[in-house]
T-cell receptor, first 111, second 113 residues
């Protein structure tokens, strides 16, 4: 069974700080990695995806991938209270863009 | 923007009923997915479809079936609803091929009494 592991949190950071969310995966052959944000009672919303080793930046968000260590992370700079949500890491699991999701990390940003 | 529409936000049904959950996407995506999400268990894949009339089982297909008669529409069917199928059901779609991001609908919170 291919697994995706995340710390459940909550991860608490003050407003303006950098939030670092981490994810490890078991399938060394995984090729694509996705971060979703899910507000309480809402559906997951795609934030970023990354395919290659290294960093990928989009606004305040940076995704980092290290395939050798089977590790993917999401950095949120200048965290805002509106960033408070559960962040889901997802990894491709086979054909047809199927994904395995982690159980998510809850982020709390305090004013 | 991708739009995935689920027919109901909240639904209450009785044990033993046949329940239909509908999902429509407007981006001509080949792949469509049904998940359920439960506290502590995360998102679990029930079924997916990669083309009209084509379907594959996910991790927890027992008690469910699906139908995809048109490219834009993917239906989840609970053949005989049971209380342990009370959950949040999420539909998603993605473009064809591998390694594409999935986009989710708003979800249906289903309660089986």
């Amino acid at each position: 069974q291919k697994e995706v592991e995340q710390n459940s949190g909550p991860l608490s950071v003050p407003e303006g700080a950098i939030a670092s969310l981490n994810c490890t995966y078991s399938d060394r052959g995984s090729q694509s990695f996705f971060w979703y944000r899910q507000y309480s009672g809402k559906s997951p919303e795609l934030i970023m995806f990354i395919y290659s080793n290294g960093d990928k930046e989009d606004g305040r968000f940076t995704a980092q991938l290290n395939k050798a260590s089977q590790y993917v992370s999401l950095l949120i700079r200048d965290s805002q209270p509106s960033d408070s949500a559960t962040y889901l890491c997802a990894v491709n699991r086979g054909g047809y863009s199927t994904l395995t999701f982690g159980k998510g990390t809850m982020l709390l940003v305090s004013p | 923007d991708v739009k995935v529409t689920q027919s109901s936000r909240y639904l209450v049904k009785r044990t033993g009923e046949k329940v239909f959950l509908e999902c429509v996407q407007d981006m001509d995506h080949e792949n469509m997915f049904w998940y359920r999400q439960d506290p502590g268990l995360g998102l679990r894949l029930i079924y997916f479809s990669y083309d009209v009339k084509m379907k594959e089982k996910g991790d927890i297909p027992e008690g469910y079936s699906v139908s995809r008669e048109k490219k834009e529409r993917f239906s989840l069917i609970l053949e005989s609803a049971s209380t342990n199928q009370t959950s949040m059901y999420l539909c998603a779609s993605s473009p064809g091929g591998n390694n594409q991001p999935q986009h989710f609908g708003d979800g249906t919170r289903l309660s089986i009494l």
